[in-house]
């Protein structure tokens, strides 16, 4: 039987992304291919990535301009989960780079590593982070991304190092010692993790928000104060997908699942939102109830626009399919995921069971 599937940091690195990009091209004033490219990257930041896509691509016909471009459309099509094109057009944006090495170029590498992890590339995608790293040895999304891969292959020990050098980088709020911590514990690795746990324990509580609070309060084992801490942050106006997830958590933890599906469902009613539709997929299937899972990873998977979700979602509807019986259409749902998304050991596996049964 296959597991369920959860998403990793794409959408906060999309938007970060195109929010450091809109001030690239300020200077430019007049020229079309630059003012397409600034054009298109607004489009990223507004989540509009067709639109982005086609706005960007006459501009790589600019020598000068085509890393910049490459660059931008790499970035939409990440934004759409396309990974293979992403990748892609990282590579011809460093291919018009020549022998630079700047941020710029750091920048790609960064983007390229995360579209090879997405697609289970890891020795290219750490190959990527390398190549950062030794041009900025401070560099701290770099060392958090190479620890988090280092940790999925097992190397505890690189990964501890690339996680202690990141803590100790630049200025933060200490939100980053339990972001660690929480990248532990989704590789069953908590105990290896509790240094950074212990630091984010011994902050001023005073001085973080109740979204960080409630994470720390949440891995400690305090379920119950975490849940108040979440629910303040909601009734102040501040929830947003990741305070609604981790508060759906806290109360499946609590044996309150109806707090949790009612949590998720309101949500719902006034937002689109394909990771909460994740979640709460996941929350049914942890009981049992495949056919209201199934029916919430279809309703996210219908959401076209901004899903970074939308591998995750179709994974996880075929698992659901499975438990359900009803393999014929779970078969049929695998051999589209692999026409999309290409090879995947996995879930060629998950084909091959299928299509005997």
Known sequence: MASMMTDDRIKKIINTAAAASLGLFLCACGNSASSA???????????????????????????????????????????????????LHFN????????????????????????????????????????????????????????????SIGETEGANEDFTKASNAGKHNGGIYIDIYEDYAKFGKESEGTEFLTAAQALDKSKLNDYDNGRICYYSGQVEEAANYFEHARSTGNSDTDLIRMLGRCYQDLDKGENASAIYQGFLDDHEDPSVCNEMGL??????????????FARGISIAENNTYMQTMKHNEIVCREYMGDYETAAELAASYLEIYGPDEAMEKEYAFLITR
């Open 92 to 151: 011809r944006a460093l291919e018009a780079a020549g022998t630079a090495d700047g941020s710029l170029e750091c920048d790609i590498n960064y983007y390229l590593a995360v579209s090879y992890a997405k697609l289970g590339e890891t020795d290219k995608a750490i190959e990527r982070l390398d190549a950062v790293i030794a041009v900025n040895p401070g560099d701290e999304a770099a060392m958090l991304e190479r620890g988090k891969l280092r940790l």
């Open 283 to 296: 929350y049914y299937a942890k009981q049992g109830e495949y056919d209201k899972a199934a029916e919430a």
């Open 37 to 87: 490219i600034e054009e298109g990257m607004n489009k990223v930041a507004l989540q509009e990535y067709d639109a982005a896509i086609e706005i960007m691509l006459p501009a790589t016909e600019n020598k000068a301009l085509r890393e910049e471009a490459e660059r931008g459309i790499g970035l939409a099509y990440m934004g759409q989960a396309e990974y293979g094109k992403a990748i």
